[in-house]
């Protein structure tokens, strides 16, 4: 397992936003909602992305945007990091055996399109630390590097942390009072300015009172029109921080899972 606040608002999970994620045919010619249903990728048998651990593969494009991803081989095995798209409906809890056989699951089962339907697994590499620039493990831009604004996307926790954080394993705890999980996003723009972050918390234990307590597992629509402040972006990258964490950086999972991004074309 590899190793500041602008405000953010939820929007809720309505038909009509479903039907906007699944078909742009309606959306100005400028917008782009991305669906993984547009992008000729193949699968296999458990809903996994059959490139996902393949080296060579390179980044994933689906309507001209590209998600970063990369696959290492090592004598230990092959380990990934950054975007997978899966169509996973695995919601199961395999706290009791080998979550990295498990490691592309959604807590929704699938997409927000619905059970079963393509969405990404994104898995950060903490070890890029603060400030990565192009080296950013989660990265998001246009495939022809054009410049562009972004209005939102959703998220959910992945199975792997969502259980890990309710549970706890050998190497991290089971949250309590006091811990979170968030995810940050960043925009950096045409000159390379990078922008403040858009915080989401996909676990938030913060409150005294036990009852306020969340932990997300349904898809939430976060919007990032925040980080078009400082003028055209050039991409959006994504880092994670956990209360629980140590010196070798986060203890729990680096997972979320991400769909439905929408953009605007400049």
Request: net charge negative; aromatic share 14%.
């Amino acid at each position: 397992m590899n190793k500041k606040l602008l405000r953010l608002f939820l929007l809720p999970l309505g038909s009509a936003v479903l039907l906007a994620a699944s078909s742009c045919s309606d959306e100005p010619d400028n917008t782009v909602t991305v669906s993984l249903s547009n992008a000729a990728l193949q699968y296999d048998e458990s809903g996994v992305w059959v490139d996902c651990q393949n080296p060579a593969a390179g980044n994933v494009v689906c309507q001209n945007v590209s998600f970063s991803h990369s696959a290492e081989s090592s004598e230990w095995g092959t380990f990934w990091s950054g975007f997978c798209p899966s169509r996973s409906n695995d919601m199961a809890d395999y706290s009791d055996g080998n979550w990295l056989d498990h490691q592309w699951g959604v807590m929704s089962g699938g997409g927000i399109a619905g059970l079963g339907t393509p969405f990404l697994v994104a898995y950060w590499n903490s070890s890029e630390g603060e400030n990565p620039g192009d080296a950013a493990s989660l990265q998001m831009r246009m495939a022809d590097n054009a410049f562009f604004s972004i209005r939102s996307v959703y998220v959910n926790n992945s199975t792997y942390t969502y259980y890990t954080m309710k549970n706890g394993n050998a190497y991290s705890k089971k949250f309590d009072s006091g811990d979170w999980l968030k995810l940050l996003f960043y925009g950096v723009t045409e000159s390379g300015a990078v922008t403040e972050p858009v915080e989401f918390y996909l676990a938030d234990y913060r409150d005294s009172n036990s009852a306020s307590w969340t932990m997300v597992k349904d898809w939430t629509q976060v919007n990032l029109e925040a980080l078009n402040a400082k003028g055209a972006l050039r991409y959006v990258y994504v880092q994670m921080a956990s209360s629980d964490s140590g010196v070798f950086g986060m203890n729990t999972p680096g997972y979320f899972a991400l769909d439905g991004l929408q953009i605007v074309l400049e």
